[in-house]
């Protein structure tokens, strides 16, 4: 993996005064091992929107990948894994981060392996960074299983196909978001839940002007990564229970539930996701959310 610091990055400088390199790829190596081998880049930029957005989008023609599509313009994109296939099928992969993510990664490992202290208030901000971080090669990890099982998806030819790839794609930030739970709770017990559950109720409460799929989508997406930190530790989810009795909220809670246990179904089949008997429930709840 070719770590690339784009030009103007600071962090570089960061890393090498701190940790240093070395021990910085020793730290990815230990937490990953051979699951790094296909990803050929590890991209830093700057922390400008367009900037990121046009790196992401020359590593994609690169690796022969769709550039990137942001249709909710209320959501930053921060972080960004291509996986895509050579011309005579090998698989390679780029992860573009925006330096503040990777800074969030470094600042954690110095307070929890070296000591650093910080405020509490920018504890919070370094750790929802580092799981960031690391749930991009989350998503690195989740392409290596389903392109190597042929479970690339097809362009959508109908609504059963156009929900069914939402909800493989999904599926794809629930399986990062948990690896990045597996990864870090190694280290420490640290969470970004507060935050994720927070953007969850915004898109429930609030009327964004956004058309019906991408409300359902965006609802669903934060959904999927706050619920797979309780996955990951093994205890029941406590947003049914604390949100049974507020007006807005609860006649989301039965749905989410079935959605809950979707994705429960779906990861006891994964990587096998993709076949039409295994995402139907999947379309069947989305459209039952967008009845709401």
């Known amino acids: 993996m070719r770590l690339i610091f784009e030009q103007d990055c600071r962090i570089k400088n960061e890393i090498e005064s701190t940790l240093g390199l070395d021990e910085f790829k020793s730290i990815l190596n230990n937490l990953f091992g051979y699951k790094l081998e296909p990803i050929l880049y590890l991209v830093i930029t700057i922390d400008d929107t367009l900037k990121f957005i046009n790196t992401v989008n020359e590593y994609c023609e690169m690796l022969n990948e769709e550039k990137l599509d942001i249709k909710d313009k209320n959501i930053e994109v921060v972080g960004k894994c291509i996986t895509g296939l050579s011309e005579i099928g090998i698989l390679q992969q780029a992860i573009i981060i925006k330096e503040c993510i990777l800074r969030g990664f470094l600042y954690f ?19 929802s960074n580092a799981i960031i971080f690391l749930h991009e090669f989350g998503h690195a990890i989740d392409g290596q299983q389903r392109v190597c099982r042929a479970e690339r998806r097809n362009i959508p030819t109908n609504d059963f196909d156009a929900i069914s790839e939402i909800g493989q794609s999904l599926f794809g930030e629930y399986f990062a978001e948990k690896c990045a739970y597996d ?7 640290v969470n970004r839940i507060e935050s994720t ?8 409460t609030n009327e964004y002007k956004i058309d019906k799929y991408t409300k359902v989508r965006r609802i ?7 619920i797979a930190y309780y996955h990951v530790k093994k205890i029941k989810v406590p947003f049914y229970d604390e949100y049974k ?19 429960i179904f779906l990861n006891l089949l994964y990587p096998y996701i993709a076949k039409r008997e295994n995402i139907k429930e999947f379309v069947r709840v989305y459209y039952k959310i967008m009845e709401l």
């Open 109 to 127: 490992i110095l307070h929890k392996c070296h000591g650093y202290n910080f405020d509490n208030d920018i504890l919070k901000k370094i750790n």
């Open 245 to 263: 009795n507020d007006e807005k909220i609860c006649i989301y809670i039965e749905c989410l539930h079935e959605m809950e246990n979707v994705i």
């Open 220 to 226: 669903i997406y934060f959904f999927v990564q706050y």
């Open 197 to 204: 559950k927070e953007n969850l109720i915004d898109y429930i």
């Open 183 to 189: 990864k870090i709770l190694t280290i420490a017990d």
